[in-house]
């Protein structure tokens, strides 16, 4: 299995996060990264391919246009105000207000965030696009000569919707893939989530859509981040009514409740006959991360990454959570294995 990764991941590393009313060094951090390279390096796969240019052509069909504008501008319209910290967002529209994109760069950074901690730097955006590139990218191979690839994308994207970032994300990386396997000739793509967050982004993205199914395993949404999203009565709407479904689950969940969902979920994504799978492969379902409630152990990745390689989709796996980071490496590295085995 090829791994797609760009270097200019290192150009997303913020000094804060707004956690706990601290700001707190990032859990979405670079090692997180370096982790996962040494583990598939130890293991045999083959070394991590650049990525080539983003085509934003396929981004502009997931993402608007006022948003891609925003994120572009965001950080020379921080500067110009003369700030001397990080672009994070404060005011955010709530009820009964106006859905009117401001001229202010504190009202746009409200406006297009879905959540306040995740900050904004001088080059957030060239990693950004760097990250979804590794995705495209991945999306050809899988296209043309390969059953299988990994982006190790970096920063992630499931969190990302339409025109919302927040929860570490900015552009949707496997939303991106599913849309160039589509523009590629898949007739039908299924998304498959197991990051310990609800994909609320990609949910977003795709809710009216019957082309591509979203399916999410994830911490119930009245206990966990993103808190506004993902409950199991979320089914999509109009042309997608029935092409989104969602498992939330409770705090303590271990493999064997979790292992029934993903069971249930792969038997949707088989009946929907997709023409290629698009994982979004958190792994902060893992028993120690600090900021998930799940109890999955090293060897439950091995097996779940086997349960989906049984079902014989060409499939794409796409970097997004997992922040317990000296142990990220091995259960990225286990699904992939479990996957191949
Ligand atoms: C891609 C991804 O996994 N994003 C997760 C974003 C979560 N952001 C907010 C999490 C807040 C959790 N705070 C818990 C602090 C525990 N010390
Ligand atoms: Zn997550």
């Given at each position: 299995?090829k791994?797609i990764?760009?270097?200019d ?15 707190v ?6 090692e997180?990264?370096d982790y ?14 650049a990525?080539t ?12 246009d ?9 950080w ?21 207000m106006?859905q ?8 746009k ?26 995705a ?5 191979l899988?296209g043309t000569?390969?059953?299988?690839a990994f982006?190790l ?5 499931h969190?990302?919707?339409f025109?919302?970032y927040?929860?570490?994300?900015f ?11 589509r ?18 982004g990609?949910?977003d ?15 119930n ?9 993902g409950y ?18 409770l705090p303590?969940?271990r ?12 038997d949707?994504?088989?009946q ?31 097996r779940?990454?086997n349960?989906?390689?049984?079902r ?17 490496g ?12």
């Amino acid at each position: 299995m090829k791994t797609i990764a760009s270097t200019d991941h290192v150009l997303h590393f913020p000094k804060a996060e707004l956690s706990g009313g601290e700001l707190v060094r990032p859990y979405e951090c670079p090692e997180r990264w370096d982790y996962i390279v040494e583990a598939l390096a130890n293991s045999g796969f083959s070394a991590p391919q650049a990525p080539t240019p983003l085509d934003m052509a396929t981004v502009e069909k997931v993402h608007g246009d006022d948003y891609l504008r925003f994120l572009a501008q965001a950080w020379s319209l921080w500067e110009a105000e003369g700030y001397q910290g990080e672009a994070l967002p404060m005011a955010v529209p709530n009820r009964r207000m106006q859905q009117r994109e401001p001229e202010n760069i504190n009202g746009k950074l409200g406006y297009f965030a879905g959540a306040t901690e995740t900050a904004i730097t001088a080059t957030t955006w060239q990693a950004v696009q760097s990250s979804a590139a590794c995705a495209q990218t991945a999306a050809r191979l899988l296209g043309t000569s390969e059953t299988s690839a990994f982006a190790l994308c970096r920063p992630p994207g499931h969190h990302a919707g339409f025109d919302l970032y927040g929860g570490y994300c900015f552009l949707n990386n496997a939303a991106i893939a599913a849309q160039q396997l589509r523009d590629a000739g898949a007739s039908k793509v299924a998304i498959l989530d197991v990051d310990f967050h609800h994909g609320n982004g990609t949910q977003d993205i795709f809710y009216e859509r019957n082309d591509v199914l979203f399916v999410s395993l994830h911490g119930n949404p009245g206990h966990a981040f993103p808190y506004f999203l993902g409950y199991a009565d979320e089914t999509g709407k109009n042309e997608g009514e029935g092409y989104n479904i969602n498992y939330p689950m409770l705090p303590g969940t271990r493999y064997s409740v979790w292992s029934d969902a993903l069971t249930d979920a792969l038997d949707r994504i088989d009946q929907y006959f997709p023409d290629a799978l698009v994982v979004s492969l958190g792994v902060d379902t893992f028993e120690r991360d600090p900021i998930s409630f799940f109890k999955l152990t090293s060897d439950d990745f091995t097996r779940y990454g086997n349960a989906i390689g049984k079902r014989k989709h060409p499939t794409l796996f796409v970097m997004e959570g997992g922040y317990a980071v000296e142990e990220i490496g091995i259960n990225t590295r286990n699904v992939l294995q479990g996957f191949l085995n």
